[in-house]
């Protein structure tokens, strides 16, 4: 099972909208998706049609619980292949429990280890902070994909992500790589849009995703209609660039 953790300490960069459409594009290319929710605010959870106040488990259950299995507290989404690891306000609760924990930063790793045969790609929808859940994403993670924002503060908090990746790295998972950085909220008729996209390839290179994800009416709606783009609008621009990104991803 290849698992990739979508991580941004920034909010509003896309994190969630590409953690929840992107392993929709994988679910719908025949794979056995988990996506797991391991935002407090639950709004992946929130987007695949789950009501996080009705839950009577969820992925704060796995981090405190050590008999609780990642396969059973999976509930299935609306698309064949997907599931889903819901999160509740409760997940905020868990750092204190946590941080006098010894190996603290390998449970969410131990308890994927667990269902390694049962999916082909875990996707893991990151808090926006640099916390210990975020920590144990990583830990836990083949690959990280970091969305960005067109605009000029975001360079910033990328530097602070990719020097606590470096820091994972060294001390807590030395397979970790970062898969890419994907650009979002692309608005290629403004030129402060195509400055920041020519600055963050001429500083990063070949790390920038080819794949863009522009603004888009129907991805911004499809959250508030508790569905992936490709169920609420399959022919908009925001699923093809996240079906795109997927095989581009591979």
Not at 7 to 32: D, H, M, P, Y
Not at 116 to 131: A, K
Not at 153 to 180: C, S, W
Request: proline share 4%.
């Amino acid at each position: 099972m290849r698992t990739v953790a979508i991580a941004n300490q920034k909010g509003g960069c896309g994190k969630t909208t590409t953690a929840v459409n992107l392993a929709s594009a994988f679910a719908l290319s025949s794979r056995r998706v988990l996506l797991i929710d391991l935002d407090p605010q639950a709004h992946a959870t929130i987007g695949l049609g789950q009501d996080p106040e009705s839950l009577d488990q969820t992925v704060y259950d796995l981090f405190t619980d050590p008999a609780a299995a990642a396969s059973v507290l999976a509930v299935n989404s609306s698309l064949e292949g997907l599931w889903v690891l819901p999160s509740n306000i409760l997940l905020s609760g868990v750092e204190f429990g946590l941080a006098s924990m010894e190996g603290r930063e390998y449970v969410l790793a131990n308890k994927l280890s667990e269902v390694n045969g049962s999916y082909d790609i875990c996707v893991i929808d990151c808090s926006p902070s640099l916390s210990l859940l975020t920590l144990n994403a990583l830990v836990a993670s083949d690959q990280v994909i970091i969305p960005v924002q067109t605009h000029y503060y975001a360079l910033e908090g990328l530097r602070q992500l990719l020097e606590t990746v470096d820091i994972v790295k060294k001390r807590f998972n030395e397979d970790l790589e970062i898969r890419g950085i994907l650009l979002t909220f692309v608005e290629s008729r403004t030129k402060l849009s195509r400055q920041v996209q020519r600055q963050m390839r001429e500083f990063f290179g070949e790390l920038v995703f080819d794949t863009v994800i522009h603004k888009d009416v129907r991805l911004a709606e499809a959250p508030s209609a508790h569905e992936p783009v490709f169920t609420y609008a399959p022919d908009s621009k925001g699923a093809a660039e996240h079906k795109i990104l997927a095989e581009e991803i591979g």
